[in-house]
C-alpha cells in the first residue's frame, strides 16, 4: 500500500501505485486533463473560477435556474459571491439524486452510543425522515430564513435535523452537546432562533448529562424561541412544557402536512444555510456565516481529495456538531455518497480500547482524531490497538491543533501500522475546512502538511508582506475560494477587522507557519501566542513538544507572561502520568531537556505542574485562557471549554509561584 521508513529519515510515508490509482484526487486531476498535483495546484490558484467550475462538475453539482457568473468579486475579495443566480438547495445534492439510484439502497449512516445501542440509515431511509422533519417543521410555522439550533449529540437525529432545516430554507446554528445555558441562550439570542433542537439527555463515561434541563434554563432567556424539539437519547423522562414538543410528534405532524411541504424549500446559492460559531478572544463569540454553496462544496472538496473518500467509503470523525468538523462531516459525505459512521460517547469508555472496538466492528476506513486524543489514548500503552481488525483503515485525518512527534509517531506506527497516511488538515470554521492538507498523492513526513489544499492560494508572509520560505511567517490566503465565509453575523466590521485589515486583499490566518526546503508545510500554533523571549521568537508547541517527550509527561502548554527583562517569560504547564509525582528535581529535568534541545535562553522560567489543561470541546488547549487565569486577568469567552474546572488549577498555580517566591514549601515549581 505504501512506503514507509525510518523516524530519521524526513519522509515517513510515501503512495505506492496502488494508492495512486484509487485516489478520488487522481481521477478529479484526469478529469481537469492534467497530469500531476502540481500542475493542478498551480492551475487552481491561478484561476479560481475554472477550478471552483472543476469540482462543482466533479461532485455532479446541479443548479436551477443555472448560475450566471462562478465567482462575483464586484464588492472586493472579502466579500466574494459565487454561483450567482443559481438556484440550489444542499439537500437536493446530498439525498435527492440519490433516491432512483443504487445509492438509495447503501448505508448513509451507522451510529453507535456509548451504552452500545446501535441504528443505521440507508440514503433512502434518511431521505424520507429528512422529508418527514422538514414537513414538521413547516407545520409549526417555521420557514426559509428562520434560524434553529441544534443542540445534540452526534446521533442519527442530528444529521436529518442539520439537513431538514437546510431543506426547509431556514438556517442551523449547531451548538456544543456539552454547553451550558449562557453559552446556549446568548448564541441563540444573537441570531434570533426561533426553534430549538435537544434530546432528554445523554450519556457520558456512565453519567447522564442532562441537555433537556440546560436547554430549558437556556430558553427561558430566549424571548424569540417557541419552539423545543426534545429528541428521545437515554430513555429518561424530561419535563415538558407547552412550548416543548417530542420528536416523534414533530414527525407525525410532518406525516399529516403532506407532499408539498416534504419537498425541498427552492433557495439560492448564496442563502444563509447555517451560522457556526468559534470562540473569540473577547467575550463574543463570532458567528460564521456560510452559505447553501460554501460550506458545504468546500467540505465535500477536502473530504474527497484529502481523506479520499467517495460513494459507499466509510468515514468516523471524533467530534462534535458544535466543531466545524460535525457538519464537515455531515454535509460532506452526504454530498459524496459515503457512509457515516457516527460515536457518541466518551473514545475510551467503559474501557481504553472503545475506539479501536468501534472502528473494528464497523469496519471504519477514515477516522479521523485530534492530536489531543491521541495523546490520551497512547498513555493506556502500545498494545490496544494490535488487539482489533484495523485493517480497512486506509487513511488517519487529523485536525485540531499542532502535532507533538510523539504522539504522531504512536498513531503512524501502532494504530496505522507505516501502512496508513496520517492526513493532517487545518484550516478553520470560517474557511469551511482546510488551507493546509495532506493527500493520498503525496509524501508525508511526520507532523506536516504536504501542500495547500487545491483552490487555496496559501503563502507565508513576514511583517512587511513579503513572501517567504524556509522561517517562520504568518499564513495568509491571496485569493477566493468558494467555502470562505460570508462574513460574521451582522458583525461585517469585525469581519474585516479580524481577518482582512492586515495587508489589502489578503486573508490573514493568524496561524504561525514555515515552509521547509522540501515544500512541506508546518503549523507552529497561533500568531497571537507565539512568544518573543529575549528577542527570540518561539511558538509554544516547539517547546511542548519537548516536554512531552518525558516519559513522564502527558501534556504540557506554554504561555508567555510579561516580564521586565526578557520582554516574555515563559511559564510550561506540565500534566503528569499517573505513575510520575511532582518534584523540583522533575521541573528542573524538563528545564534541562528544553535547554538541550533549544538552547538556554528558550528554556521555560518556571514549570508548573497541574491535573488538566482548559481545553475546547474540540481539543484544542485555550492557552489565552490559561495565560489570563495564571495572571488573574478576564479571561474572554470561555463557552467553549469542555472543562472550565482546569481554571482553578491555572489561578492557584499563579498562588502557588508567589508562595515560593515568599519561600513557600511547595516544590512544583522552578524559577
Same mark, same amino acid.
Given at each position: ?63 436551477? %435556474? ?47 452510543? +456509548? ?9 433512502? +431511509? ?71 433542537? $435537544? ?107 484529502? $481523506? ?121 470554521? +470560517? ?11 503525496? %509524501? ?109 509527561? $502527558? ?26 509525582? %511532582? ?22 522560567? $518556571? ?27 478576564? %479571561? ?36
Amino acid at each position: 500500500m505504501a512506503t514507509a521508513i525510518d523516524h530519521d529519515d524526513q519522509v515517513a510515508w510515501r503512495p505506492d501505485e496502488d494508492v495512486r490509482a484509487r485516489a478520488q484526487l487522481t481521477r478529479f486531476i484526469s478529469s481537469c486533463g492534467l497530469d500531476s498535483f502540481d500542475r493542478l495546484y498551480q492551475r487552481s490558484i491561478e484561476d479560481v473560477g475554472w477550478f471552483t467550475e472543476q469540482v462543482l462538475s466533479f461532485l455532479k453539482i446541479d443548479f436551477n %435556474p443555472s448560475y450566471s457568473q462562478i465567482v462575483d468579486l464586484s464588492r472586493g475579495v472579502e466579500w466574494a459571491r459565487w454561483c450567482v443566480g443559481g438556484g440550489f438547495n444542499i439537500t437536493t445534492s446530498c439525498l435527492d439524486r440519490y433516491q432512483k439510484a443504487p445509492v438509495a439502497r447503501e448505508l448513509a449512516v451507522i451510529w453507535e452510543g +456509548e451504552e452500545g445501542a446501535q441504528r443505521s440509515l440507508t440514503y433512502h +431511509e434518511l431521505h424520507h425522515e429528512v422529508e418527514r422533519c422538514t414537513a414538521g417543521l413547516s407545520a409549526l410555522g417555521l420557514a426559509r430564513g428562520d434560524a434553529i439550533g441544534i443542540h445534540l449529540p452526534m446521533m442519527p437525529e442530528t444529521v436529518i435535523a442539520l439537513l431538514a432545516i437546510s431543506r426547509l430554507g431556514a438556517i442551523a446554528v449547531p451548538l456544543f452537546s456539552g454547553y451550558g445555558p449562557t453559552a446556549i441562550a446568548s448564541r441563540l439570542n444573537a441570531v434570533g432562533a426561533k426553534a430549538l433542537f $435537544t434530546c432528554d439527555a445523554f450519556p457520558r463515561r456512565g453519567k447522564l448529562v442532562s441537555a433537556k434541563a440546560a436547554a430549558d434554563e437556556a430558553v427561558a432567556r430566549c424571548p424569540d424561541v417557541t419552539f423545543v424539539i426534545v429528541v428521545p437519547r437515554s430513555g429518561t423522562l424530561p419535563i415538558m412544557s407547552e412550548r416543548d414538543l417530542g420528536w416523534d410528534n414533530l414527525l407525525a405532524a410532518g406525516d399529516a402536512a403532506g407532499e408539498t411541504a416534504r419537498k425541498p424549500e427552492p433557495t439560492e446559492a448564496e442563502d444563509v444555510l447555517m451560522v457556526l460559531y468559534t470562540s473569540g478572544t473577547t467575550g463574543r463569540p463570532k458567528g460564521i456565516v456560510h452559505s447553501h454553496c460554501g460550506f458545504p462544496i468546500k467540505a465535500a472538496q477536502d473530504m474527497a481529495f484529502g $481523506t479520499d473518500v467517495g460513494s459507499g467509503d466509510r468515514i468516523a470523525w471524533i467530534t462534535d456538531l458544535g466543531w466545524m468538523m460535525g457538519p464537515w462531516l455531515i454535509y460532506g459525505a452526504t454530498l459524496l455518497g459515503a457512509t457515516i459512521v457516527l460515536y457518541d460517547g466518551a473514545p475510551d469508555y467503559p474501557h481504553p480500547d472503545r475506539l479501536w472496538s468501534f472502528c473494528a466492528a464497523n469496519r471504519v476506513e477514515v477516522l479521523g482524531v485530534s492530536p489531543t486524543l491521541i495523546r490520551a489514548l497512547s498513555a493506556y500503552g502500545d498494545d490496544l490497538p494490535s488487539a482489533y481488525d484495523l485493517s480497512h483503515l486506509r487513511i488517519l485525518g487529523s485536525t485540531g491543533e499542532p502535532w507533538n512527534p510523539g504522539p504522531w509517531w504512536w498513531l503512524f506506527e501502532k494504530v496505522g501500522r507505516t501502512r496508513v497516511p496520517i492526513i493532517n488538515y487545518s484550516g478553520g470554521t +470560517e474557511i469551511s475546512g482546510g488551507i493546509l492538507m495532506g493527500n493520498p498523492l503525496l %509524501p508525508m513526513k511526520p507532523c506536516s502538511f504536504p501542500a495547500p489544499c487545491p483552490g487555496i492560494a496559501a503563502d507565508v508572509f513576514d511583517e512587511q508582506g513579503k513572501s517567504i520560505r524556509g522561517v517562520v511567517g504568518e499564513l495568509v490566503i491571496r485569493q477566493p475560494w468558494i467555502g470562505m465565509a460570508r462574513g460574521f453575523w451582522k458583525d461585517p466590521e469585525r469581519y474585516l477587522e479580524t481577518y482582512w485589515s492586515r495587508w489589502p486583499g489578503v486573508w490573514a490566518h493568524g496561524d504561525w507557519v514555515m515552509v521547509d526546503e522540501d515544500g512541506q508545510w508546518f503549523i507552529l500554533g497561533r500568531s497571537d501566542d507565539t512568544l518573543k523571549v529575549a528577542g527570540k521568537r518561539v511558538g509554544p508547541a516547539e517547546v511542548e513538544s519537548i516536554l512531552v517527550a518525558h516519559q513522564d509527561v $502527558t501534556e504540557a502548554a506554554v504561555v508567555g507572561v510579561p516580564d521586565e527583562i526578557k520582554g516574555h517569560a515563559m511559564i510550561a504547564f506540565c500534566v503528569l502520568r499517573t505513575s510520575a509525582q %511532582p518534584s523540583a528535581d522533575l521541573a528542573r529535568q524538563l528545564q534541562e531537556l528544553v535547554a538541550e534541545e533549544l538552547g538556554k535562553p528558550l528554556s521555560p522560567g $518556571t514549570v508548573l505542574f497541574v491535573s488538566a489543561l482548559p481545553k475546547t470541546r474540540n481539543g484544542k488547549v485555550m492557552r489565552r485562557v490559561i495565560r489570563a487565569a495564571y495572571l488573574g486577568e478576564e %479571561p474572554g469567552d470561555i463557552t467553549a471549554l469542555e472543562n472550565p474546572a482546569a481554571l482553578e488549577d491555572m489561578q492557584e498555580a499563579r498562588g502557588r509561584r508567589q508562595e515560593a517566591g515568599a519561600g513557600g514549601r511547595k516544590q512544583v515549581i522552578v524559577k
